[in-house]
């Protein structure tokens, strides 16, 4: 009886639209299926732009593989979920969102501080935070939340006077 040899061929294309909406250990999980997979990837920065670090993964990641990870993104990071990861500090966190200067939405749950900071690095220089989720943290005092108000509305407040020049820009033009 001959044994026949089976073929194997590179995934289908419509599986690599999916990677991008993959939370980070499915992500990394599908880097170890195939060659093809793992190049797509690993060279691809599409699946890196919108990080979501959820169980399992949450309880080992740390600030610096968070770094390593983020870094893939080259800068241009969107989304950042952060679902209780223990090991990641403010410090850690902070250092993700200077690299990433275009975060637009965040989340944290049971995240210990680094919120305020993390807001107010995110509301430098005109940017838009478009969307900031915080649950699970407990003892935040009223003034931080009036902070993180502030902050949001500072944020608005911005962005319609960058819009309103920008558009009055246009207009003036002959």
Not at 1 to 17: C, H, I, T
Not at 22 to 38: A, D, H, I, N
Not at 146 to 154: D, K
């Amino acid at each position: 009886m001959a044994v026949e040899k089976e073929e194997y061929s590179a995934p289908n294309e419509a599986l690599f639209f999916v990677l991008a909406y993959l939370p980070l250990f499915e992500l990394l999980s599908m880097t170890r299926v195939c060659k093809s997979l793992r190049e797509a990837i690993n060279n691809d920065i599409l699946p890196w732009l919108k990080l979501v670090v959820d169980r399992p993964i949450n309880c080992i990641l740390s600030d610096d593989i968070l770094m390593e990870v983020a870094s893939k993104a080259e800068a241009r990071l969107q989304v950042l979920v952060l679902i209780n990861c223990v090991k990641i500090t403010d410090d850690g966190l902070l250092r993700v969102i200077a690299q990433n200067p275009h975060i637009s939405k965040a989340a944290q749950a049971y995240h210990q501080g680094g919120v305020i900071k993390a807001l107010k690095l995110l509301s430098k220089n005109s940017h838009r935070i478009k969307s900031l989720k915080i649950s699970g943290i407990y003892g935040v005092r009223k003034e931080d939340l009036e902070t993180i108000q502030s902050l949001i509305n500072h944020n608005q407040t911005q962005h319609r006077e960058t819009t309103s020049f920008v558009t009055n820009t246009r207009n003036s033009r002959p």
